[in-house]
């Protein structure tokens, strides 16, 4: 009979960061380990809180089921001798398996017949299992950073204090960084610290609630949310919309309760920006906005306790947080005391990278560059583009910014507008490091664009030139992110650009600084951004094989590339499309593997379907040329499907690989020809089509 297994690991707080990840690591670890031991279960769930991580899996089968597995030995060629005496190796093989050599069996094979023992293999009960089970899920836990505690060798995030296994009503003999696992639990740290015996998971979730301990992730966000829109309506307020904001407040806690706090409000005067991050970056506190959505001297705070008297924790809040806002205004009309233009010079005092210069040195590269790429694809936007890339990083240095790193772009927005900057540098200041992260905002204005492109190009050309390539587990200067920023940039905006021209470019202003050849960096740059947009493709619903059949034929840019996909993806829909496919296929089949073009003469076509052949792809390459010229695939791949009948004739009614070479490699140049028309749009033989 099934039982249900309850699994808890009790630790002291992690960062609210870690409690996601891990029990989502935790849920996929539990499956790997119950389908690798053939364990089968009616549902698995994790929960947590800041001091605990708990697997429940449901219906979690007794025993595993008993097998029969098959092991091959020696042919039986080679197990008997002409007498039919079983021979060293059968003898061997039986011995080894503790048989005698009658009990094997003889089991035909692709390869022959081969002697093979039959083993049963009883299944263990789960129970037994467990512990091994369970202390392969504590050590595999994967975490931004771990530690060790004590005398023990384990690492874990933060230490592990107590442990809780049960499956059904027996206590798993889980033994592990000294601790023994019991029915035993926790409450809340302070107000409910006592044990607290558990029997199944329905008593686990209900006295942990009695406890002060919401162990539903969802229910402690959406008791979280609850309070603290409650206490934005005591000054009839309403909270200002941050669902990261949240789910890092609910992480924090194990029974959330809201502190509605009051400021000044001659803090209202500064830019919204710093006071939301005032109150969001350290203290992780909400804003309090009004029914039109402008900012109230208000903040709400998520606190772990509820106090005996909540004026007390209110007065801490308001202390904290006046700090923190005198802080920012200090900073703030500092730095408005200097022209935000002046700032970039003290860029040169900054270094950017140890082997790539300063931020100054970024600055001018970022101009030029910027300058190269409006010139392209604005040209009305060059001086605009050339201003705000000269603008960008000025922030940097202001004092507001090095208080608040996460105000860059932002505080450079606001200071240009306040030193009466063009509207469209200031939003490109904030616009060049767009997107923050994968589906994020992209830049609006069209200077913005260009400038974000320029920024992460060089970002990329340059670590790449040093040999600081991202590894699969560390990406610390957030290449990856910039490569994504400029594939969704390209495509969001539709512009026609050569990614070799762009990292060329990129490289020349980068000359003085690169460890390594200017077109290996090329070609490293430009393999990373095809995997990237790759990955953009995909996630647009994009079929694999149609995504590699187009960038096989070329990826240097990236919106000719999606235009060809999604033409492709349109003409796949036509009932010849698959016959199409196989055709070609065969095409390229034939001509593969030469390595030249060979010469083609129209006068050694002696047979009619290769004479019919040749006409209907003359015809067709007249037609497709201008269309291949406009980027009009869709018609160019329409009209590459008449030519389905006559590639059908040809294979059916010629012999291409004749004793005659002239025939032969006339034969194969027509096909090269048919092939080179077909791979301007796509390689065909990607797709696998049924017919």
């Avoid at 007390?312 to 009309?333: M, Q, S, W």
């Avoid at 860059?408 to 469209?424: C, D, H, S, T, V």
């Avoid at 021209?501 to 980068?510: P, R, S, T, V, Y």
Wanted: glycine letters at 6%; charged letters at 30%.
């Amino acid at each position: 009979m099934a039982k249900d297994l309850l699994f808890e690991i009790g630790t002291e707080e992690l960062p609210a960061r870690f409690l996601d990840p891990a029990l989502e690591a935790l849920k996929g670890l539990a499956k790997e380990e119950f389908e690798k031991l053939a364990l089968s279960y009616e549902g698995l769930k994790t929960l947590g809180t800041p001091r605990r991580l708990t697997l429940y899996v449901i219906g979690l089968a007794e025993r595993q089921p008993d097998k029969t597995e098959e092991i091959l030995g020696p042919p039986v060629s080679a197990a008997f001798d002409k007498e039919g005496r079983p021979t060293k190796a059968a003898l061997g093989f039986a011995k080894k398996h503790g048989i005698s050599v009658e009990e094997l069996k003889v089991k035909e094979t692709p390869k022959g017949k081969y002697l093979c023992l039959i083993k049963k293999i009883t299944g263990q009960d789960t129970f037994e299992l467990l512990p091994e089970i369970l202390k392969r899920l504590i050590v595999s836990l994967p975490f931004p950073k771990s530690m060790r505690w004590g005398v023990h060798k384990i690492r874990f995030a933060r230490p592990i204090r107590w442990l809780l296994a049960l499956y059904g009503k027996r206590v798993v003999p889980l033994e592990i960084a000294g601790l023994k696992a019991q029915a035993l639990t926790y409450g809340h740290r302070f107000m409910a610290p006592d044990p607290i015996e558990i029997e199944d998971f329905i008593s686990y979730v209900r006295l942990l609630r009695e406890a002060f301990v919401i162990v539903e992730p969802e229910e402690r966000l959406a008791r979280t949310k609850e309070e603290i829109i409650n206490a934005a309506l005591k000054v009839e307020g309403e909270i200002l919309e941050d669902p990261e904001l949240l789910r890092e407040n609910a992480n924090l806690v194990e029974f959330p309760y809201a502190t509605l706090g009051k400021f000044d409000e001659k803090f209202l005067a500064l830019p919204r920006p710093v006071l939301i991050t005032a109150m969001r970056e350290h203290q992780r506190y909400f804003a309090v906005v009004d029914r039109k959505g402008e900012l109230l001297p208000y903040f709400v705070a998520v606190n772990n306790t509820k106090p005996s008297d909540p004026s007390i924790l209110k007065t801490g809040h308001e202390r904290v947080l006046r700090a923190r806002l005198e802080d920012a205004n200090f900073y703030f009309e500092r730095d408005k005391k200097t022209p935000f233009a002046e700032r970039v010079k003290e860029l040169a005092n900054v270094v950017y990278h140890a082997k790539l210069g300063t931020l100054y040195d970024k600055t001018k590269r970022l101009e030029a560059l910027s300058a190269w790429l409006a010139k392209k694809l604005a040209p009305e936007k060059i001086e605009l583009a050339q201003r705000a890339a000269h603008l960008a990083k000025a922030d940097l240095v202001t004092e507001l910014v090095q208080e608040f790193p996460s105000l860059q772009g932002i505080m450079g927005r606001e200071y240009a507008k306040l030193f009466n900057e063009p509207e469209e540098v200031a939003e490109a200041i904030y616009e060049h490091y767009l997107p923050l992260a994968a589906g994020g905002e992209l830049p609006k204005t069209t200077t913005g664009a260009i400038v974000a492109l320029a920024d992460k190009m060089d970002t990329l050309c340059a670590f790449f030139g040093i040999g600081e390539k991202p590894t699969g587990t560390t990406d610390p200067f957030g290449l990856r992110r910039s490569a994504y920023g400029i594939i969704e940039i390209i495509l969001a905006r539709g512009y026609s650009l050569s990614l070799s021209a762009f990292i060329n470019e990129a490289l020349k202003l980068l000359d003085e600084y690169l460890e390594k050849k200017p077109q290996e960096v090329l070609l490293e740059v430009k393999q990373f951004l095809a995997r990237r947009l790759e990955g953009v493709l995909a996630s647009r619903g994009f079929e694999k094989a149609s995504v590699r059949a187009v960038m096989t034929v070329g990826f240097d840019d990236p919106q000719d590339v999606l235009t060809r996909l999604e033409a492709l993806e349109k003409v796949r829909k036509s009932p010849d499309f698959a016959a199409l496919a196989v055709g070609f296929k065969r095409v390229m089949n034939m001509v593969k593997k030469l390595k030249k073009a060979l010469p083609f003469e129209e006068k050694l076509l002696i047979e009619e379907a290769e004479r019919e052949l040749y006409k209907a792809y003359r015809r067709v390459r007249e037609e497709v040329w201008p269309h291949l010229e406009a980027g009009q695939y869709e018609k160019v791949l329409g009209e590459l499907l008449t030519l389905k009948g006559y590639i059908d004739r040809f294979f059916d009614e010629i012999f291409v690989m004749v004793e005659d070479k002239a025939l032969r490699e006339n034969r194969l140049a027509l096909l090269q020809r048919i092939a080179k028309l077909f791979l301007s749009v796509a390689d065909l033989s990607f797709i696998e089509e049924k017919l």
